[in-house]
């Protein structure tokens, strides 16, 4: 496949730009930002990111099974620990959850809100 990647300054964030040919009539573009201080040390894991695109077969195309995005009032004693506890991931998960979220680094859900979790 061919590719080509840039960087850029994208406001605050140090960008990454990368642009792969999959097929004739199909690119595939990518935008990834760090922050200034960790650009260097994500660089690793963003060539990474990239080398592992690839087509994938036709059993495991069959095999995945999508994600869906539910929304969910707040309960009394919910929190963005026990919301991201519901959602289908094993790491960062009420971080995930106030991202998804809009919520700031130490805010909690309001109960009577409505959430987004991903759920399968």
Request: glycine share 6%; charged share 25%; aromatic share 6%.
């Amino acid at each position: 496949m061919n590719a080509a990647t840039a960087r850029a300054k994208i406001g605050a964030y140090n960008g990454r730009l990368v642009a792969i040919e999959f097929a004739p009539d199909r690119v595939y573009r990518f935008l990834m930002g760090t922050m200034p201080a960790a650009a260097t040390r994500h660089d690793a894991a963003l060539h990474e990111l990239v080398m592992s695109f690839r087509k994938i077969s036709a059993a495991e195309a069959r095999a995945v099974k999508p994600l869906r995005i539910r929304i969910v009032t707040v309960r009394t004693g919910d929190s963005a620990a026990s919301l991201g506890r519901r959602m289908m991931f094993s790491d960062f998960q009420a971080m995930r959850f106030r991202v998804l979220n809009g919520l700031g680094a130490n805010e909690e859900p309001k109960p009577g809100t409505r959430v987004k979790i991903v759920t399968d």
